[in-house]
């Protein structure tokens, strides 16, 4: 309390709600990391960089947050009795709904990684940008006006916190210019700290878990939606260029009856001292590349060996097809997103209208599909009983899932079963 004289009045509550910011971004941290870090092999070292790097970023948020606080507390002057009781409104409701909004975000940025192993990134903003999915979505999956009601009543038990610890005693009889000097620094401060930041803290070790713990979420998120990338190759493992296309070329040339009309791939041009590859020479190679796999297949014309393509969208569900019954809100009449898709269905393909999920989240439908196999669910999809009502929403599978050995070993379950929750165990029939 001894720091308090020497801060302004007027800041004491923004620099309050910083310090509580950095407080529990730090405390999330140390949770990531010992969730998520725990058998990653890396050292003390390592840890020691990586909770620095992280405090540097929090730092640098939270110095950003106070500053963009307190301009409803440079503005807002306490005059007559009336403008002092509607000004401390204003800045209460301000710091209220952003005390809210940290303890919201706090809290996605764990599920976010327990999701994606990653803070907030390009999918973080999809999200924003398309949020009647993800809004259904959560609203099925988890009990939504609980989690808002906890969200709130923290945000309010903070935002009260910063008030009592930022009182305002004194600060009714500073001179304007006086008056705005402390914000004036306060936003310098956040700026040089802002620039401060540098790409290497985002990199600075080999393992990809250990960077993303060390970041900060919100910074995250900004530099997502500016630059709206996201590393491939950090989040799924690829092959050497040339490797991959050397790879292609011996498996397609394994076969009976085909031969490689193309020679082999020339090695692919190497970066300069920028990081950067010159586009026409990448042009140049990627073409010789595409010849190298080009072949000749050896048939009946009469009876063509025909290719089947497989193609996977993220998100391009029923609504957008006109062959599944799209229509335009206002007026009704019929209209599509997919032209080309529709006329494949209707003409040279066969359309499946009654389709059912055994996964009910992305990353398990992509796995089934490349893997050839049918995925467990994370969620229960089932309305079910619940404390003597019909529950229409799906809630978390409680501990590990099992595996199909797991199901088929299982006493009480036929052989029949191939796909279950752990939820739903209680509600098979365990013979007598």
Known sequence: MRLLPAISPRLRAPLAAGAIYLALSALLRIALALRFGGGLGRGAGEWALTFLCGLHADLAVALCGAAVLAVPFAILRRRRPAQSRGGMALRSGALGVAMMLMVFLLIS?????????????????????????????????????????????????????????????????????????PFAGLAALAAAAAVSLRPAERSFSPERVVNEIAQNGIASALHAAWTRNLSYAAFYATLDRDDAWARARRVLGAHPGESLTGDPAPPSPPPDADGEIDPDAYAAWLAAARASVERQ?????????????????????????????????????????????????????????????????????????????????????????????????????????????????????????????AEWLGALHRPG
């Open 109 to 181: 940025e764990w599920y976010f990684f327990d999701e994606f192993a990653s803070r907030f990134n390009t999918v973080a903003i999809d999200y924003l940008i398309y949020p009647h999915e993800v809004t259904t979505n959560l609203w099925e999956s988890f009990p939504l006006p609980a989690i808002i009601a906890a969200v709130a009543l923290g945000g309010i038990a903070l935002a009260g916190l910063c008030l009592k610890v930022g009182s305002e005693r004194g600060a009714s009889g500073d001179p304007p210019p006086r008056r705005w000097l």
């Open 297 to 421: 297949v050896s048939g009946d014309p009469s009876r063509p060996r025909l290719n089947v393509c497989l193609i996977m969208e993220e998100s391009l569900g029923s609504e957008f097809w006109g062959s599944l019954g799209r229509v335009k809100r206002k007026s009704g009449k019929p209209e599509t997103l997919t032209p080309e898709m529709d006329r494949i269905a209707g003409e040279e393909g066969l359309l499946f209208t009654n389709l059912y999920a055994d996964g009910n989240r992305t990353i398990r439908g992509f796995e089934g599909v490349c893997s050839s196999s049918r995925r467990c669910p994370g969620f229960d999809p089932r309305p079910r009983p619940h404390r003597g009502r019909r529950d229409a929403r799906p809630r978390p599978v409680a501990g590990r899932l099992p595996g199909m050995l797991h199901l088929r070993r299982a006493r009480h379950v036929r052989p029949s079963v191939r796909l279950c929750g």
